[in-house]
């Protein structure tokens, strides 16, 4: 969805990769996170994000977790025009 956006896609499978890869691209804007993943949840990599990056935009997303902190938060599953809202971007 977000390549759709005209994004430039990383991923990462864990927190800790993810934070190797904001130390590593310098130019990321936006990091769209899931609450549940290996090693730490979503709103400790936002945390960490944050104090690294504090401009970064961040997003969580869940399925089951209803947004429990001061980031942008988004229920899965969600639409293209809802992500689009979130990050300000239109679908080519």
Do not use: N
């Not at 190797?20 to 994000?49: C, F, N, S, W």
């Not at 599953?77 to 689009?84: A, K």
């Amino acid at each position: 969805m977000l390549q759709g956006c005209g994004c430039e896609v990383l991923t990462a499978a864990s927190g800790a990769l993810a934070l190797a890869a904001l130390d590593q691209h310098p130019k990321i804007a936006h990091l769209l996170t899931d609450v549940q993943m290996p090693g730490m949840d979503g709103y400790e990599l936002a945390r960490k994000a944050m104090k690294a990056r504090p401009h970064l935009s961040v997003v969580i997303m869940s399925a089951v977790d209803r947004g429990r902190t001061d980031f942008p938060f988004i229920q899965k599953p969600f639409s293209l025009l809802q992500l689009e809202s979130i990050f300000g971007c239109e679908a080519s």
